[in-house]
């Protein structure tokens, strides 16, 4: 492995972190430099990491291939297939909501649990005509490292907001998809915290997307010590395939799943299978997709689909 660093004789002492084996002349330059390193152990990829299995390959739109900030082939599809399916669910009141409107100070959930709820946001994203509102709010429950039931919902646009366009081209998810199959805002919202119940909350890369939304468009805060941002335990295994900012789409890739990317779901799947490989029990793709295609099926469908593939 290659470090590459590139320092100024006047700037401050530097302290880092590398991953792998560590050269001899790695080791006098820094110390020439006055560089204070650690050295920390890398996570052993596996076979997966290397597949050179295309996902969902016999979907396509129009027969073109997605473009950078474009929906993946298939998913404008898939999006309207799961609209038209999913079923209406009602869930008791939960005596611990996820989010509360108070502001705290962001604390993560201490420990690494083995009973929780994966969650992911889908949502638009643009100026202050268009606003910044959720789409689709999906979510997994996680039992002993299985699947156990699933949370997907659509959610109409706040009046007077429109769809940002960029939004649209990245999800599948349109305005009419909206108006028609989406919930009301408030109704998603009371379903999802209650759908979570009192389990720890787990998300990829929350801080900057999915708790900014909660926070503009339902002024709601993650309770203290109930959520773990997956990314963060991603970081501190050091590096993976895909340079230093690997986002879910190329984890998704790594771990070998075939399902789409943004898909809020979806994308609960693949950073609950991220979160397993993490913990050091990296679950077989096949293995996952069988678990969540069967759960997904009986727990959020109006019948069982045939054919529906995801």
Request: hydrophobic letters at 40%; a positive charge.
């Amino acid at each position: 492995m290659v470090h590459q660093l590139h320092l100024d004789d006047d700037q401050d002492p530097v302290k880092i972190r590398l991953f792998g084996p560590l050269a001899d002349e790695s080791i006098a330059l820094m110390k020439k430099y006055g560089v204070t390193w650690t050295l920390s152990k890398m996570l052993t990829p596996w076979a997966q990491a290397f597949s050179p299995l295309r996902h969902m390959e016999d979907l396509s739109i129009a027969k073109a291939k997605p473009r950078r900030g474009v929906a993946e082939a298939g998913l404008q599809r898939d999006v309207l297939g799961r609209a038209k399916s999913l079923k209406t669910r009602h869930f008791a009141k939960t005596s611990a909501p996820a989010f509360t409107p108070q502001r705290p100070i962001l604390q993560p959930f201490g420990g690494r649990p083995d009973a929780y709820t994966v969650f992911d946001l889908e949502f638009s994203s643009g100026n202050k005509q268009e606003g910044q509102f959720a789409t689709e709010i999906g979510a997994i429950k996680v039992r002993d490292s299985r699947i156990v039931d699933t949370f997907d919902c659509f959610v109409q646009i706040p009046h007077g907001m429109r769809l940002n366009s960029r939004s649209q081209s990245l999800t599948g998810i349109h305005t009419g998809l909206l108006m028609r199959y989406g919930r009301p805002a408030g109704t998603a919202l009371a379903e999802f915290q209650n759908f979570i119940g009192k389990d720890p909350l787990l998300g990829f890369a929350v801080k900057g997307g999915d708790l900014l939304v909660m926070q503009r468009q339902f002024g709601l805060y993650a309770t203290p010590g109930r959520l773990l941002d997956v990314a963060e335990i991603a970081k501190a295994g050091g590096p993976m395939p895909g340079g230093p900012d690997v986002g879910l789409a190329k984890y998704r890739n790594y771990l070998g799943l075939d399902i789409l990317a943004h898909g809020a779901v979806y994308d609960a799947v693949t950073t609950y299978a991220l979160y397993a490989y993490l913990q050091g029990s990296p679950l077989l793709p096949e293995v996952v997709m069988a678990q969540f295609n069967q759960v997904f099926e009986q727990t959020s469908f109006k019948s069982p689909k045939k054919n529906f593939r995801r």
